[in-house]
Nanobody
């Protein structure tokens, strides 16, 4: 079992920044990659970013590329999402997730991930 706990969400004005954290515990040694997803009201959950633990390769959704940065502290088993130049359309519940599976293609689909956190709300006011 793996437990994930997100933190760092809140209310921020457009153009501002937030840093989300996702602390993991449990049997994390099998983790291949960690990702961030988000779900806005009335919309489906969507991919935001992912990072591979081995090598540190990162991938981003086009909508956040250049504004968001995913990083990981392996010693703390924590993944971060630095969000800059926030826009009202970034308002959503943000979820972190881990995958134990090394498969072809970048893990941008929800079904590629094995464990999920409960989410943290990010609200960007205009």
């Amino acid at each position: 079992q793996v437990q994930l706990e997100e933190s760092g969400g809140g209310l921020v004005q457009a153009g501002g920044s937030l840093r989300l954290s996702c602390a993991t515990s449990g049997r994390t040694f099998k983790t291949v990659a960690m990702g961030w997803f988000r779900q806005a009201p009335g919309k489906e959950r969507e991919f935001v970013a992912t990072i591979y633990l081995s090598g540190g390769s990162t991938y981003y959704a086009d909508s956040v590329k250049g504004r968001f940065t995913i990083s990981i502290d392996n010693a703390k088993n924590t993944v971060y999402l630095q969000m800059n130049s926030l826009k009202p359309e970034d308002t959503a519940v943000y979820y972190c997730a881990v995958t134990f599976r090394l498969a072809a293609g970048i893990p941008v689909r929800e079904d590629r991930y094995d464990y999920w956190g409960q989410g943290t709300q990010v609200t960007v006011s205009s």
